[in-house]
């Protein structure tokens, strides 16, 4: 028996992203000499200039003349109409550039780290159309600010997707359907959803609209770096479909066996849709009809329905089972350009929920086309977001957190007044997760059965390392435990504590037991907004040297100032005595940031 799902579903299109080589410039066209290919590039939040490394990999705007021009704009070689584009940039504290779709509309790429309500001059925003008709301080309208702000601290990597349509227009040239940006994701963040254009952006490279145009990247208003720059797009004709008949029959036909039975009623349809279906159950129907496909390819089949149903394509079964209507099943077959037979059988034997059909196909290259009548299968329903929101003082809601594929049972999430929120696992006293902005998505939690019971942040999630930070005695080789049969939890409370400010919020001190002594694990957020302070004390008497594992990443790099960059994703900043530095080590294929605990606490802080 199929199972509803709690969540809703939307379609996923085939992917298939290129990736543009930034082995050199040749995928540009005529780059100024601000433009060069780099191994990596790094910074620090309070340093308005990136500092690259050599390889490849990395593409680099830095200014090598006199000053920054318009001829610095970088102007891809792609032309391109529906896209999507995904890549990770990089901004010194200050920088500013932008990503023009069709070198026409821009999402702006800002250094808008810390700020409250972002504008649409912010990253992230669509930025606005421009007008001097319109009178002095009314020239910029229609921009678009981002739901939130998701951008990361300067010299932090980020990353966007981006997925595009095109404006269309008919033979005559008379534009038909507006540009319009379908989502864009920044860290993991919707900041735009169905955002509609009605015409190009301030700075576009083309005052008129068009079918195509080149991706274009701003490089005249200061340093910027991008990698992993992949795209997709969507100009494959896919497939054409015949009117169908159909044969509509009444029972409790789940099996989908109709050998022995005849028709209540017969006949032909423009397209296969569950309308046809009079009854609102206890029926089955069969649509047969015919594809054509335009050229020989792979071809992805989506199913929908809500009780059993089966397609088969060419005698092959490509989708079959008992499913909730939201739910997709998908199948694929490789088709030969021409036409291709296939069968479409719905059956539903009971009475409870709505009837729904959809099928659907797509291939690489193209936007998923509906083959049964579009009001054939309803709108997915609406799930309402509960939201755990945090005002003067300190939240703390237990749930369980995805931390990778793994379910943590044991976690707290706690979010602070200022928008500095963490996840917890309460087992091991270590970080699953920390971020900034809006506090706790719940609604798997609470609406409805609740059953998968997972809190997930709303905000640009950094990942942490879910590992107790303490450990006695490790030399270079020692191991920081992903668990520890020493530790126990003892529980937390929550302490007063007053801001610079003036203003004074509660916020949770861990405690554990620990081979013999009692630490308390301490997060408060930084006056400075720029992130949060982990103090660990321990009391009791030590029986060795206690070492204190401060972060872990595939690369940690010295950003100055005793802060270390972990992974481009945050920075560590620490506060070394004259005798006792931190120091980066190698273990097990990963970079560990560890310092020996002098006296019976230490401190340091996150900042991204």
């Known amino acids: 028996m199929f199972k509803k799902l709690l969540i809703l579903l939307f379609p996923v299109s085939v992917m298939a992203q290129t990736e543009i080589p930034l082995n050199d410039l040749s995928a540009f066209k005529n780059p100024s000499a601000n433009w060069s290919i780099e191994g990596d590039a790094s910074g620090n939040p309070n340093s308005s200039v990136i500092t690259p490394k050599a390889g490849k990999g990395v593409l680099l705007c830095t200014l090598k003349g006199a000053k920054y021009q318009r001829t610095d704009d970088l102007r891809f070689n792609l032309e391109h109409g529906d ?6 940039f990089i901004i010194p504290k200050g920088s500013n550039s932008g990503i023009y779709l069709q070198g026409r509309y821009e999402v702006q790429i800002f250094d808008s780290w810390l700020k409250k309500v972002p504008g649409d001059g912010d990253c992230g925003a669509i930025y606005h159309r421009w007008d001097e008709t319109r009178g002095k301080g009314k020239e910029g309208y229609e921009g678009h600010a981002p739901l939130q702000n998701a951008c990361k601290a300067p010299g932090l990597w980020n990353h966007i997707d981006i997925d595009f349509k095109a404006p269309t227009f008919d033979a005559s040239g008379k534009k038909i359907t507006n540009a319009r940006f379908n989502k864009v994701v920044l860290n993991g963040v919707t900041i735009h959803e169905n955002i509609e254009l009605l ?11 068009g079918t195509k145009g080149p991706i274009l990247i701003q490089g005249d208003h200061g340093q910027v770096a991008f990698k992993n720059i992949r795209y997709e797009v969507f100009d494959k004709p896919l497939a054409t479909f015949s009117p169908v008949t159909f044969d509509y029959f009444e029972g409790k036909l789940a099996d989908l066996k109709t050998d022995k039975l005849k028709p209540v009623k017969s006949g032909k349809s423009d397209k296969p849709t569950m309308k046809l279906a009079e009854a609102k159950s206890d029926f089955l129907i069969r649509f047969q009809g015919k594809i054509t496909a335009s050229e020989a390819d792979n071809y992805l089949f989506t199913t929908n329905w809500t009780g059993t149903g089966a397609l088969i394509v060419d005698g092959d079964t490509i989708t079959k089972g008992s499913h909730w209507y939201s739910e997709s099943v998908k199948g694929s077959k490789n088709l030969s350009a021409g036409e291709h037979t296939y069968t479409l059988i719905y059956a539903k034997d009971f009475s409870w929920g709505p009837k729904g059909l959809g099928l659907f196909i797509e291939r690489v290259g193209s936007w ?9 299968l309803p709108e997915p329903e609406p799930t309402p977001l509960v939201e755990v929101k945090v005002s003067d003082e300190t939240m703390l809601q237990r749930s369980f957190v995805m931390f990778g594929k793994k379910k943590i049972t044991h976690a707290i999430n706690v979010g602070m ?15 699953l997760q920390i971020w900034r902005g809006a506090f706790l998505d719940a609604t798997e939690m609470w609406y409805e059965r609740g059953e998968p019971q997972i809190g997930q942040a709303m905000g640009a999630a950094v990942t942490m390392n879910n590992k107790f930070p303490l450990v006695y005695a490790m030399d270079n080789n020692g191991v920081f435990p992903d668990s520890s ?9 929550l302490e007063k504590k007053t801001a610079s400010n003036g203003n004074v919020a509660s916020y949770p001190v861990f405690m554990y037991a620990y081979k013999g002594v009692n630490v308390k694990d301490q997060e408060t957020p930084l006056d400075s907004g720029e992130g949060i302070k982990r103090q660990l004390s321990v009391e009791g008497e030590s029986t060795g040297k206690l070492y204190a594992l401060l972060a872990e990443g595939s690369k940690i790099e010295d950003a ?6 972990v992974d481009g994703q945050i920075y560590v900043q620490t506060f070394p005595s004259e005798t006792n530095k931190p120091f980066i080590r190698d273990n097990n294929g990963r970079k560990q940031l560890v310092t020996l605990v002098e006296g019976k606490e230490i401190t340091y802080h996150l900042i991204f």
């Open 83 to 88: 896209i999507r584009l995904s890549l990770d």
């Open 560 to 565: 100055g100032g005793n802060r270390f960059n």
């Open 485 to 493: 049969a020493d530790l126990q939890y003892k529980g937390y409370r």
């Open 368 to 376: 998923k086309q509906n083959i049964t009548e579009r009001t054939s």
């Open 199 to 209: 015409g190009v952006t301030r700075g576009a490279i083309f005052p008129e609209e």
């Open 417 to 431: 007044p200022n928008g500095l929120n963490f996840s917890y696992n309460l087992n091991q006293g270590g970080f």
